[in-house]
T-cell receptor
Framework: KAGVTQTPRYLIKTRGQQVTLSCSPI?????VSWYQQTPGQGLQFLFE???????NKGNFPGRFSGRQFSNSRSEMNVSTLELGDSALYLC?????????????FGQGTRLTVV | KNEVEQSPQNLTAQEGEFITINCSYS?????LHWLQQHPGGGIVSLFM???GKKKHGRLIATINIQEKHSSLHITASHPRDSAVYIC??????????FGTGTSLTVIP
């Protein structure tokens, strides 16, 4: 069974630009969660999608958004990039609710904003 | 104050030692996850606990719901156990709260 795939693995963007990151969950998994990891703040929850609906959202500004497609693949978008958005962005997939099962993480997308 | 507190932040052990990492949380949870992160960023889920104790090989995780406390134990530690260990509490709304992580180094 293929694991969680995140693309791209590395990305360099300029302040003010926007970026879209992709996450393909394990086949059959319907829940995809997104996280931001920075040296200063550690891991922080961005949002969770289940069956194309956002079920939960963390405390991030509206510049951070996401969506999920009918095949459970998910994208997150960050608009008007700031230097502080430089981070490792991770997604995780679970069959249903993350509280009920172990989560499977992707390798992450390392975003650098210059 | 963080909803999830981990200790210690850094830990150095000799190969073969018994290791304990602690996690305390202040939110109501439906589950607690223990995660392992190696250099390079990849995260692996070690355990998902809602009560009691689980064991996988040399790793043991326990949780005390009343005391809002969980521990991760590594028996007979090995240099390949060197990684960052993170606990994450999940509430009934699927909201994750992460600890700051424990960086473990096991010396041969």
């Amino acid at each position: 069974k293929a694991g969680v795939t995140q693309t791209p693995r590395y990305l360099i963007k300029t302040r003010g630009q926007q970026v879209t990151l992709s996450c393909s969950p394990i086949s059959g998994h319907r829940s995809v969660s997104w996280y931001q990891q920075t040296p200063g703040q550690g891991l922080q929850f961005l949002f969770e999608y289940f069956s194309e609906t956002q079920r939960n959202k963390g405390n991030f500004p509206g510049r951070f958004s996401g969506r999920q497609f009918s095949n459970s693949r998910s994208e997150m978008n960050v608009s008007t990039l700031e230097l502080g958005d430089s981070a490792l962005y991770l997604c995780a997939s679970t069959p249903d609710a993350p509280r009920n099962t172990e989560a499977f993480f992707g390798q992450g997308t390392r975003l650098t904003v210059v | 104050k963080n909803e999830v507190e981990q200790s210690p932040q850094n830990l150095t052990a000799q190969e073969g030692e018994f290791i304990t990492i602690n996690c305390s949380y202040s939110v109501g949870i439906s589950a607690l996850h223990w995660l392992q992160q190696h250099p390079g960023g990849g995260i692996v889920s070690l355990f998902m606990l809602s009560s009691g104790k689980k064991k996988h090989g040399r790793l043991i995780a326990t949780i005390n719901i009343q005391e809002k406390h969980s521990s991760l134990h590594i028996t007979a530690s090995h240099p390949r156990d060197s990684a960052v260990y993170i606990c994450a509490a999940v509430n009934t709304g699927n909201q994750f709260y992460f600890g700051t992580g424990t960086s473990l180094t096991v010396i041969p």
